[in-house]
T-cell receptor, first 114, second 111 residues
Framework: DAGVTQSPTHLIKTRGQQVTLRCSPK?????VSWYQQALGQGPQFIFQ???????QRGNFPDRFSGHQFPNYSSELNVNALLLGDSALYLC?????????????FGPGTRLTVT | QKEVEQDPGPLSVPEGAIVSLNCTYS??????FMWYRQYSRKGPELLMY????GNKEDGRFTAQVDKSSKYISLFIRDSQPSDSATYLC???????????FGTGTRLKVLA
């Protein structure tokens, strides 16, 4: 049973560029959440996707956007990259859409903005 | 004040010790509590999931939730060097889909 997968593993971008990160949920899961984890900090909720719609959003600017596809995979897009966007970006999937539930994380994509 | 407070450590213990990891929180609406283990530069791994108050045991791990004190704990029995990692607590209120994480506690189990 494949767990949550994310690509790419590492990414280096220049300030002002745009980036797209990808996530495939655990088999049987239909909900995807994205988190940003800065060094030495806990993950911070960016947003969650269910049924191809953004269901809830954390305190992140509109530069952060996402998408969910019919096969439940998801993308996170970040425009106009800032140095402060350098972090580990984590995708978590879950299977119960009636409220909070167990979330399983992928290995993350480490983004470095120079 | 942060919604979830967690001592960053590091916490160093000898192999075989009982480890106690804790989080306090301020939002009385939190009902769902999770503990994750995160190895360096890896994604968090779900260890324990608890709804509301009480205890839950899984192998060497026991999770406790005391909602009256707004305090949760994770106990690790017979700790092993392989338990050396950062432990994150996370919690959520009903009617919302986001989890609030603590900053994590770094644990070192010395052989």
């Amino acid at each position: 049973d494949a767990g949550v997968t994310q690509s790419p593993t590492h990414l280096i971008k220049t300030r002002g560029q745009q980036v797209t990160l990808r996530c495939s949920p655990k088999s049987g899961h239909d909900t995807v959440s994205w988190y940003q984890q800065a060094l030495g900090q806990g993950p911070q909720f960016i947003f969650q996707y269910y049924e191809e719609e953004e269901r809830q959003r954390g305190n992140f600017p509109d530069r952060f956007s996402g998408h969910q596809f019919p096969n439940y995979s998801s993308e996170l897009n970040v425009n106009a990259l800032l140095l402060g966007d350098s972090a580990l970006y984590l995708c978590a999937s879950s299977g119960d859409h009636w409220g909070p539930y167990e979330q399983y994380f992928g290995p993350g994509t480490r983004l470095t903005v120079t | 004040q942060k919604e979830v407070e967690q001592d960053p450590g590091p916490l160093s213990v000898p192999e075989g010790a009982i480890v106690s990891l804790n989080c306090t929180y301020s939002n009385s609406a939190f009902q769902y509590f999770m503990w994750y283990r995160q190895y360096s530069r890896k994604g968090p791994e779900l260890l324990m999931y608890t709804y509301s108050s009480g205890n839950k045991e899984d192998g060497r791990f026991t999770a406790q939730v005391d909602k009256s004190s707004k305090y949760i704990s994770l106990f690790i029995r017979d700790s092993q060097p392989s338990d050396s990692a950062t432990y994150l607590c996370a919690m959520s209120a009903g009617g919302t889909y986001k989890y609030i994480f603590g900053t994590g506690t770094r644990l070192k189990v010395l052989a």
